[in-house]
Nanobody
């Protein structure tokens, strides 16, 4: 079992920055596919970024490319999402997820473990 806990969400003005963290416990996740998803009110959960394993390629949804940066710290069993140039449309609950495989997927059902989510609100 893997437990995931997100932190770092909050309220920020458009153009601002936030850094989300996702701390994993229970198992080392360096060989797990890890991802960030987000879900806005009334919308489906949306893929944001993912990485197949520490050191592998990183994938982003087009709407965040150039603004968000995914990273992992194996020593801390933690992954991060640095979010810059935030826009009101980035407002959502952000979730981290882990899959007990190295295959990156943009589909939520492909992930076995989920955090509780952290709210990000961007005001205009």
């Amino acid at each position: 079992q893997v437990q995931l806990v997100e932190s770092g969400g909050g309220l920020v003005q458009a153009g601002g920055s936030l850094r989300l963290s996702c701390a994993a416990s229970g198992r080392t996740v360096s060989n797990y596919a890890m991802a960030w998803f987000r879900q806005a009110p009334g919308k489906e959960r949306e893929f944001v970024a993912a990485n197949s394993w520490s050191g592998g390629n990183i994938y982003y949804v087009d709407s965040v490319k150039g603004r968000f940066t995914f990273s992992r710290d194996n020593a801390k069993n933690t992954m991060y999402l640095q979010m810059n140039s935030l826009k009101p449309e980035d407002t959502a609950v952000y979730y981290c997820a882990a899959a007990s495989s190295v295959v990156v997927s943009r589909r939520p059902p492909s992930y076995d473990y989920w955090g509780q989510g952290t709210q990000v609100t961007v005001s205009s």
